[in-house]
């Protein structure tokens, strides 16, 4: 098993296109994970597998699946969620690229009933790559809901490849 996820992350890692990793028509697929702290004392820890197109050159819409441990004095519970998100990058370096990152995050419930976990994330993001559909990210979100301000990071990588 080992040798097979190191074959294949071999593999990934050698991928070469000869596109520009962030042109119209080209897919995002891979995921970040983060553990937030905010000024109540609660964290939260949250695996994030998105899927993104870029329907222009440096703009990309998606949405990401959180998974999502979360913690307060009083209890912890898990949940899943939808985050639909658009990304914009921007500066022309072909081996690291800053983008900003609006998110909107709902919670799917036990009962299936969508309800809304802390509304909106604004985020600045910078990723650095490997090859030409390999990158590496690293973001620095703010999660604005109507109870308070939470600040976190997020590492992660992505997997930038044209389906044609």
């Avoid at 995050?105 to 299936?112: A, H």
């Amino acid at each position: 098993m080992i040798r097979t996820i190191l074959v294949i992350g071999l593999i990934l890692f050698t991928i070469d296109y000869s596109y520009s990793q962030t042109s119209k028509g080209i897919f995002l697929l891979g995921g970040s994970t983060s553990m937030t702290f905010d000024s109540d004392g609660e964290y939260d820890l949250s695996i994030y597998p998105d899927l993104g197109y870029f329907i222009g050159d440096d703009f990309c819409v998606g949405a990401a699946v959180p998974l999502i441990f979360y913690e307060n004095e009083f209890s912890s519970s898990y949940y899943i969620g939808i985050s639909p998100f658009l990304r914009y990058y921007f500066g022309e370096n072909d081996r690291s690229r800053f983008y900003g990152l609006g998110r909107v995050n709902f919670k799917i419930s036990e009962n299936l009933t969508i309800g809304n976990y802390g509304l909106v994330d604004l985020g600045l993001g910078y990723v650095w790559f490997i090859n030409k559909s390999i990158g590496l990210e690293t973001e620095i979100i703010c999660n604005l809901s109507s109870e308070k301000v939470s600040v976190g990071a997020f590492i992660g990588f992505q997997i930038y490849f044209n389906a044609n």
